[in-house]
């Protein structure tokens, strides 16, 4: 089976400049989420999909960050215009609908430096 | 809401040293409880899920536990190797909408 593939795996930006952080969850997951996890943090949830519909987004900067989910597939994070304190890891995790068995399942992230 | 504390937020211990990290969680109505694993600069790797029916699960040297009742987790890792040396992070997964929420996470350092 698999895994959740993400991509790029590093990103260096000047602030200011716009980027897009591509995921492809699990064939099958309906939730998908997008984590940011700045070095030294646990990760923090930017946003929650369920098929192609946002579920959570509360702590999403809307002014700069978009995120969107076409056909309930891949989903696409971008981040514009960047800031020196964007510089983190971006996770991608998908999982089945919830339930006492559902695990999520993690790419391997996009480090992001903006400099 | 959901929150989820880590203890400690960071370890060193001798190799071959059996080990305790901590995991509490605000609420008390979740799926499940996952643990995962974080090499630097990698992404998550799930360890080990405990069912909100379950009581601990186990797989090689390591055992998890939960308890809802007082919002706590436990992962037990024996005889520790440099191996092991990672961050340690803990998920509760809540509600309808699959809401995964983690913890800071306990960052573990095995010495020979």
């Known amino acids: 089976e698999a895994g959740v593939a993400q991509s790029p795996r590093y990103k260096i930006i000047e602030k200011r400049q716009s980027v897009a952080f591509w995921c492809n969850p699990i064939s099958g997951h309906a939730t998908l989420y997008w984590y940011q996890q700045i070095l030294g943090q646990g990760p923090k949830l930017l946003i929650q999909f369920q098929n192609n519909g946002v579920v959570d987004d509360s702590q999403l900067p809307k002014d700069r960050f978009s995120a969107e989910r076409l056909k309930g597939v891949d989903s696409t994070l971008k981040i514009q215009p960047a800031k020196l304190e964007d510089s983190a890891v971006y996770l991608c995790?998908?999982?089945?609908?919830?339930?006492?068995?559902?695990?999520?399942?993690f790419g391997q992230g996009t480090r992001l430096t903006v400099v | 809401k959901q929150e989820v504390t880590q203890i400690p937020a960071a370890l060193s211990v001798p190799e071959g040293e059996n080990l305790v990290l901590n995991c509490s969680f605000t609420d008390s109505a979740i799926y499940n409880l996952q643990w995962f694993r974080q090499d630097p600069g990698k992404g998550l790797t799930s360890l080990l899920l405990i069912q909100s029916s379950q009581r601990e699960q186990t797989s090689g040297r390591l055992n998890a536990s939960l308890d809802k009742s007082s919002g706590r987790s436990t992962l037990y890792i024996a005889a520790s190797q440099p191996g092991d040396s990672a961050t340690y992070l803990c998920a509760g997964l809540t509600g309808t909408a699959s809401k995964l929420t983690f913890g800071t996470g306990t960052r573990l350092q095995v010495t020979l």
């Open positions: 995790a998908s999982s089945l609908p919830p339930s006492q068995f559902t695990e999520a399942f």
